[in-house]
T-cell receptor, first 111, second 117 residues
């Protein structure tokens, strides 16, 4: 069974601060996806990282895939209240193609 | 708008009852997934269909069943409902299975909120 551990579970910060969310596993994934979910809505795909060591930027969000493709991080620079939400990482297994979700990080950015 | 449609958005029912949740995937997507999300359990994978065939099963109770029809819409049937079944139920679709170079990215509907009283 492939598990994805996300940390921290909860993050409460002030507007303008930086933060990093981690997604770790002992398993290798062929790719890793990050989703953001707002209250009352379904998760929305933010990015997919595929290559070990890959870094992708989406405005103030920076996503990194670990060299060994077992972990990933999401860094947000100068967080804004609009960044508030549940952030989920999901890893795609190498053999079957099964998608495994982490437990999520609830981010609250206070104005 | 993800292109995935779920109905109903809200459902309130009593213990012991049976409900059906409906999902229409994005146009062209052959794969449909069902997830349950509750506060203490996160996003739990229930079941996946691909082009009408069951593809994978997750933590789906025997009281729950699903199917995907020839027009690719899917239904999740929940029976003998218990208080603990109260949750958000999401349907998601993807264009591929995450094999042969695809990444299996999911597009989620807005969910059906089930409340069992």
């Amino acid at each position: 069974t492939q598990l994805l551990e996300q940390s921290p579970q909860f993050l409460s910060i002030q507007e303008g601060e930086n933060l990093t969310v981690y997604c770790n596993s002992s398993s290798v994934f062929s790719s890793l996806q990050w989703y953001r979910q707002e209250p009352g809505e379904g998760p929305v795909l933010l990015v997919t990282v595929v290559t070990g060591g890959e870094v992708k930027k989406l405005k103030r969000l920076t996503f990194q895939f670990g060299d060994a493709r077992k972990d990933s991080s999401l860094h947000i620079t100068a967080a804004q209240p609009g960044d508030t939400g549940l952030y989920l990482c999901a890893g795609l297994g190498t053999s079957y193609g099964k998608l495994t979700f982490g437990q999520g990080t609830i981010l609250t950015v206070h104005p | 708008d993800s292109g995935v449609t779920q109905t109903p958005k809200h459902l309130i029912t009593a213990t012991g009852q049976r409900v059906t949740l409906r999902c229409s995937p994005r146009s062209g997507d052959l794969s449909v997934y069902w997830y349950q999300q509750s506060l203490d359990q996160g996003l739990q994978f229930l079941i996946q269909y691909y082009n009408g065939e069951e593809r994978a099963k997750g933590n789906i109770l025997e009281r729950f069943s699903a199917q995907q029809f020839p027009d690719l819409h899917s239904e999740l049937n929940l029976s003998s409902l218990e208080l603990g079944d109260s949750a958000l139920y999401f349907c998601a679709s993807s264009v591929d299975l995450g094999l042969a170079g695809g990444h299996g990215e999911l597009f989620f509907g807005e969910g059906s909120r089930l409340t069992v009283l």
